[in-house]
């Protein structure tokens, strides 16, 4: 609905102060839109849900756990913390199940059947760490990857259902928390026989409260079941919200919307994407969030995802995420303009608001709206003109009981984010804007917000090289989730453990069998270091069980695209037989590389080298005296083109490749279809060729555990 603004009336406006920069009060211009909004407090609307982040999905804060501790708690407060940074209003989980699921692996608190241990990994500590910081922050959680015993692979089972409440029973007795939400499973399709045994299980175990969210997906026909929820009482009444994924490309349909409403079912939106830079990112966040409600009626939307605490050469490792802490060892961390796009909506809203009918919509000019009303007569009115070609006014008229205080202002723009401007002082419940292209912006009754920082941020630092670890100073490994510093499972769980000959502690791969995985699967490894490296060595003890194989790995320079984790990089593996092989692994099949020298291309004319995918074995040694039960000294160097594997000490196999130059260092436990080696490893050595070994890597001032 549109009318001419009387220039009397703008003047009046201008006189009380309303002149205030990007939002000012204005008269009416050509070629300026005009466009009036009606909010009335009695319209009722739909209950907010909230929006927020999803930690998880991969490994996404591995090294966060790693900060000193004023780091640490910082980066949380930017995010977690309300009225400060983010100020999200929900949070969703991944229940780890140590398979792959993006960035990397977490370990499942049931690595088998007989197994339960509430203290590994940090999800639980992640979890803890936000609810302190806002108790109205709502939790939820999902299922990515599981362990491969559930359902003797078979998902969709009782084993799934019991492993999720296990999960919630260690949440709520350990930790004091409880989820308002769970879901069945993330993006591997739907099973109504699950949700029905789901439902059932969480009634029987005290967690009736507990709302299920169904089914999460993200193709086109993702909400298909919808239809049938009409027609299959048992589904209707098992599932209590919509769920699905990347509205803003598969937007619920108008149908979908109408039969949700008849159900009294909200809509979800568990997972958006905006993978853009800079502010074009925190504009797009805030455009999202208004286009899934004004679009497909999704009530509750988290992008995915929120910290990234993941090294830089692993997929998605810095344009989703809102705040970049990929360096635990210098304590640098940096914030994204992407968060305080959350912020204008996170500062100004709490779940349990309501969208006020009448107060959301597209705007003439270009961009959108929605106005949010709390439980009582405050309201805030979120607003972002990214598709805007002009300035453009917009004039609101407030009443039916909505506040009369004056609304504060923010704005952000791609030269400054979250800045606060002059009040706005309605007269007689009505005021008049005018909005810039390209700028967000939160009107508010309500006050407290801020735009929190911190001085004195660390200045980056490489990664520490030479490096050694012992293991030997995690005393307790509980405290710590049983994760040591700086190591990134890309697949299967890397735990301290203590060692089989009972000589201090050392790192074991715990994942017995292949995962019920997410996307597609390799083998378990862990990757550590700077992926600039190139000439360097890393060696390290390992401990062989009957049948198990182990090798380092180095020159790691990729680790898959996120759907499917095949690394590019290099190998040394030696089975408890005294097989040894020096391996080249090229990631998923590819095309050729273009080739910039003679000798390049002569080793792949020679059918020494080549790009297609895969591994390609460059030589292999039968080593004597090697046996199960035994620890063994593994090492691999790289000198220019020269790669070169040593065992106990003794050059075994030598061969020369040119086709990755430099990268980090790793460990890895062979595996098959049915079955993961499970060694030991200690003393992991990174270094220069043929340099002294340093000191144990000592804990850093102010690291500390998690737990």
Request: aromatic share 12%; net charge neutral; glycine share 10%.
């Amino acid at each position: 609905m549109f009318r001419r603004i009387d220039s009397l009336a703008a003047a009046l406006l201008i006189l009380l102060g309303l002149s205030c920069g990007p939002v000012a009060a204005a008269p009416a211009n050509p070629g300026v839109t005009n466009q009036f909004v009606k909010l009335n407090g009695d319209a009722g609307g739909k209950r907010f849900d909230g929006i927020g982040v999803v930690d998880g999905g991969g490994a996404t804060s591995v090294l966060l756990k790693d900060y000193p501790g004023r780091q640490r708690s910082q980066i949380l407060d930017l995010v977690f913390k309300p009225k400060f940074g983010a100020s999200i209003s929900t949070l969703l989980a991944e229940i780890p199940g140590d398979g792959n699921s993006t960035q990397g692996s977490m370990p499942s608190h049931m690595h088998t059947r007989d197994d339960l241990n509430y203290h590994r990994g940090y999800m639980w500590w992640i979890l803890k760490e936000a609810k302190e910081r806002n108790p109205n922050l709502t939790l939820d959680a999902n299922i990515w990857s599981a362990p491969g015993w559930i359902g003797n692979g078979n998902f969709w089972s009782q084993d799934a259902a019991d492993y999720d409440v296990k999960w919630l029973q260690g949440l709520r007795d350990v930790y004091g928390l409880q989820l308002n939400a769970i879901g069945c499973r993330n993006e591997k399709g739907a099973s109504y026989d699950f949700v029905e045994k789901l439902r059932a299980t969480l009634n029987a175990n005290g967690f009736g409260k507990v709302k299920i969210h169904a089914f999460d997906n993200w193709p086109s026909n993702s909400l298909n079941f919808v239809k049938e929820m009409q027609s299959d009482e048992k589904l209707r009444d098992s599932i209590d919200i919509i769920s699905a994924h990347t509205f803003m490309r598969f937007p619920v349909s108008a149908e979908v919307q109408t039969m949700a409403a008849e159900m009294h079912k909200p809509i979800w939106n568990s997972e958006e994407h905006v993978y853009l830079k800079g502010f074009d990112c925190a504009i797009s966040i805030v455009h999202t969030f208004n286009e899934n409600f004004i679009r497909s009626g999704a009530t509750k939307i988290v992008n995915w995802y929120d910290i990234a605490g993941v090294y830089p050469l692993e997929p998605y490792s810095h344009d989703p995420a809102m705040l970049i802490a990929n360096s635990p060892w210098s304590g640098h961390y940096q914030v994204r303009e992407a968060l305080w796009g959350y912020a204008h909506y996170g500062q100004f809203t709490q779940a349990g608001w309501q969208y006020l009918n009448g107060g959301c919509g597209e705007l003439a000019g270009g961009g959108s709206f929605v106005t949010l009303k709390s439980p009582g007569d405050d309201y805030s009115i979120i607003l972002e003109t990214k598709n805007a070609k002009a300035p453009q006014q917009v004039r609101f008229q407030a009443d039916g009981g909505l506040s009369t205080k004056a609304l504060c202002v923010w704005f952000s723009d791609a030269k400054k984010q979250f800045v606060r401007q002059a009040d706005i002082q309605p007269v007689n419940g009505a005021f008049t804007i005018t909005l810039q292209p390209d700028f967000i912006y939160s009107l508010s009754t309500t006050r407290g917000q801020q735009k929190g920082s911190f001085d004195n941020i660390p200045a980056a630092k490489p990664f520490p090289f030479p490096y050694y670890e012992t293991f030997d100073e995690y005393t307790n490994p509980a405290e710590w989730g049983y994760l040591p510093r700086y190591t990134a499972d890309i697949d299967g769980a890397f735990e301290i453990a203590e060692r089989p000959d009972g000589q201090g502690k050392c790192l074991h791969q715990v994942v017995p069998m292949p995962t019920i995985s997410w996307a597609p699967g390799w083998q378990p490894y862990t990757i550590l270091g700077n992926d600039q490296w190139q000439n360097y060595e890393v060696s390290a003890d390992v401990y062989l069980n009957p049948g198990d194989s182990a090798a380092v790995m180095g020159r790691i320079n990729d680790v898959g695209t996120g759907y499917g984790f095949i690394p590019k990089g290099y190998f040394l593996a030696l089975s408890d037989g005294g097989q040894c092989r020096l391996v080249v692994v090229r990631g998923k099949k590819e095309r050729k590389k273009t080739v910039g020298d003679a000798e390049q291309r002569a080793l792949i004319k020679a059918g020494q080298d080549d790009s297609a995918g895969g591994e390609k074995v460059l030589g292999t040694n039968q080593i004597a005296n090697v046996g199960p039960n035994q620890w063994h000294n593994l090492r691999i160097r790289f000198e220019g083109s020269t790669i070169t594997g040593f065992v106990d000490g003794q050059p075994v196999l030598t061969a020369t490749n040119l086709l990755y130059s430099h990268g980090m260092a790793g460990l890895l436990a062979m595996g098959g279809r049915k079955h993961f080696s499970t060694p030991y490893y200690d003393n992991l050595l990174i270094k220069g060729i043929k340099t002294p070994t340093p000191k144990p890597i000592a804990t850093l001032p102010n690291q500390s555990p998690i737990y």
